[in-house]
């Protein structure tokens, strides 16, 4: 009897799910889905990113899409997002990696799977389908070194920021300021590269010690976005507004203040809301099967006449003409 019963129970259950599933609704089903993996959330430059995925959200409500990121910028945390993301089945994945190289082993598991990968600030991943990036990054770091140059009077020791060693776009950055920089015989690097994981205190704490050590410092070239907030507070709170050059990736708003005061020379920049909204529509192009082209207009500002060449990889180079360099007379041109 009690086997009977337990029977018509195990019955009773399996019908209740199979009832759910079959209530399921295709269109749900059918969903398309792609999320956005960020350095790091919660700083202005993504904050800025996040409005491009939201709005490219609200421009295909048919399609499941969001930026997600972890709270500090630590290249394993972000691995772990990536993994898990994978593991829930996404079907597109835009990702801005801290350390392409750490990323690599998911991003291959993943499109061996079918999800579909877009990179960005990573034109040497070689596990992505495609990598978009805003301009030449050689180019946009020598136009960062020559904006320093001049402000300085090519001359005097000057040193770099980056976000991280692993930091692809910003080894780039900086390798191309030093090759520009061999223009000027009087310019002497000193203690180049220091990390600072996009961590405007830890900056602040970098750029002081490098005033200390080099008292005689002329110029400073960063990467990362909340750098030239950590650098040109330390050149404020120094006295040294209007006589120490900074040149540096940063947007309008955050670095008003500095502009204004001279502490920040100009500030080097794309927009990453339009970032956003590329890296996603890419990532529904590549979805519905549709071929990227060299001069593709992808519907976003910046990103109108695409170049298209081979990767690092089996997946594509898209680059666009999105640089910009702002300076106290122009920023309020970017307010943003």
């Known amino acids: 009897m009690k086997i009977a019963n337990l029977m018509k129970t ?111 600030e990573a034109d040497n991943q070689v596990n992505t389908n495609a990598d978009i990036e805003a301009f030449d990054n050689s180019d946009y770091g020598a136009a960062l070194n020559e904006r320093l140059a001049q402000c300085m009077g090519g001359e005097g020791k000057w040193t770099t920021f980056v976000g991280s060693l692993g930091s692809r776009t910003h080894m780039q950055w900086v390798g191309a300021g030093e090759e520009n920089a061999e223009k000027y015989p009087g310019m002497e690097l000193v203690d180049p590269n220091n990390e600072s994981f996009d961590d405007a205190n830890g900056t602040y704490e970098k750029a002081k010690e490098i005033l200390r050590k080099h008292p005689d410092i002329k110029g400073f070239q960063t990467s990362a976005g909340n750098d030239v907030l950590g650098v040109g507070r330390a050149i404020e709170e120094a006295g040294l507004a209007g006589k120490v050059c900074l040149v540096g990736t940063g947007l309008p708003n955050p670095s008003t203040a500095y502009l204004e005061s001279g502490a920040i020379t100009a500030i080097g920049f794309w927009d990453p809301q339009k970032a956003g909204m590329a890296m996603n529509a890419v990532a529904k192009l590549m979805l519905e099967g549709t071929e990227i082209t060299d001069g593709m207009d992808l519907g976003v500002e910046g990103y109108e006449h695409v170049t298209v060449k081979p990767g690092a990889g089996k997946g594509l180079l898209i680059v666009g003409n999105g640089m910009v360099l702002a300076d106290k007379e122009t920023y309020k041109d970017y307010l943003f």
């Open 10 to 120: 195990t019955a009773f259950a399996l019908a209740a799910v199979s009832a759910i599933g079959f209530a399921t609704p295709v269109s749900a089903q059918d969903t398309k889905s792609i999320t956005t993996v960020v350095k790091i959330s919660g700083i202005p430059w993504f904050d800025r990113m996040e409005t491009g995925v939201t709005k490219f959200a609200e421009d295909n409500p048919d399609m499941n899409i969001r930026q997600v990121g972890p709270a500090t910028a630590d290249s394993a945390q972000q691995l772990q997002i990536v993994n898990d993301l994978v593991a829930t089945g996404v079907d597109a994945l835009a990702v801005v990696p801290m350390d392409p190289d750490i990323l690599e082993g998911i991003l291959g598991r993943a499109m061996d799977r079918g999800t579909i990968i877009v990179t960005h």
